[in-house]
């Protein structure tokens, strides 16, 4: 892991994962130290992947005088379903969280087909076939697939009204298809970014977007995690829902500025800083 001083505000650790929409180059674009220690509780985001024991790597963080921005209550709040579900309910497709994959009766007991099948935190990689289930037979085919799937098998599965969302052209075969989506960064409630979801489609764009962000802070205001992404859909009815949350640590940039968002997020940082020294 490496450890940069950014402007002398912010600690990014950061371990390059090979994803181009996830990467990024901080050293090109601000000043950067490498200081052989740090002041005591420095703040610190994580720029790693997938953080596989998010308590563990928080405590060792704070072993060398970092503070991660997010706290592991926090952290589980922004990234699993179950958790923040509970609070953004009348603002996203209704759900049920299970333990293990329901029967069909179970399902058509509070669910109309079709429905969108998940795990707690995520698809496999917007695989269509293994989400969006259109009745009972290809339920039974998933439900065999599901228990075996290197991604999905260890999460809790999530049951979730289809929403039908407002398409868009491109999407690639076999994967969710491309929709009126966008990916929005907040930190503590505040808008520090955001950008077209499907950003391997065209550009699109959305005539009332501030009404989605509107959206998007109310749930970033709900949730209370300082450093989150929020992702908003426009269904075909013309209503803003909320798709899915994050820890803004674990996620992918897609459209959005990377620049602009980490420019944005040290401005807040000093901000308190700079009105403390004015007295
Ligand atoms: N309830 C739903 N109804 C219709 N489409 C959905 C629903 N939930 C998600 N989607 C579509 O599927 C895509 C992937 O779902 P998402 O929950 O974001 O999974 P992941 O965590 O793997 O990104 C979303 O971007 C959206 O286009
Ligand atoms: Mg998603």
């Known amino acids: 892991m490496d450890y940069a001083l950014l402007e002398d505000t912010l600690v990014l650790a950061t371990r390059r994962v090979g994803i181009a929409v996830y990467d990024f ?3 090109l674009h601000f000043k950067c130290r490498h200081p052989p220690s740090f002041d005591e509780g420095t703040p610190c985001v ?3 992947g997938a953080v596989e024991d998010y308590s563990r790597c928080y405590s060792g963080l ?3 005088g970092l503070h991660a921005v997010n706290s592991p209550a926090e952290y589980a709040r922004a990234s699993e379903l179950e958790h923040w579900y509970p609070l ?3 603002l996203t497709p209704r759900t049920r969280v299970f333990d293990a994959l329901p029967g069909v009766e179970e399902i058509e007991s509070e669910f109309a087909w079709p429905i969108f099948l998940k795990g707690s935190r995520q698809t496999n990689r917007h695989n269509a076939q293994l989400s969006v289930i259109r009745d009972r037979e290809q339920y039974a085919w998933v439900a065999e697939r599901y228990r075996r799937d290197p991604v999905l098998s260890w999460q809790r599965p999530a049951v979730r009204e ?10 690639i075969a076999g994967k969710v298809p491309a929709s009126m989506e966008f990916r929005s960064f907040w930190w503590q409630g505040e808008c520090l970014g955001w950008g077209r979801y499907w950003y391997q489609a065209p550009a699109y764009t959305c005539g009332d977007i501030e009404v989605g962000l509107a959206l ?3 749930a970033a205001r709900r949730l209370a995690v300082p450093f989150l992404v929020v992702d ?3 269904t075909v009815e013309g209503r803003w829902i909320v798709i899915e949350c994050n820890d803004a640590q674990e996620s992918g940039y897609a459209a959005a500025s990377p620049q602009a968002i980490w420019r944005a997020l040290l401005e807040r940082m000093c901000e308190p800083a700079r009105l403390a020294s004015r007295g």
């Open 25 to 27: 180059d901080f050293e």
């Open 46 to 48: 994580l720029r790693i």
């Open 62 to 64: 704070l072993e060398l």
């Open 88 to 90: 953004l309910s009348d």
């Open 162 to 171: 289809f929403v039908p969302l407002q398409p868009v052209a491109g999407g």
């Open 216 to 218: 998007a802070g109310e």
């Open 232 to 234: 908003i859909a426009k």
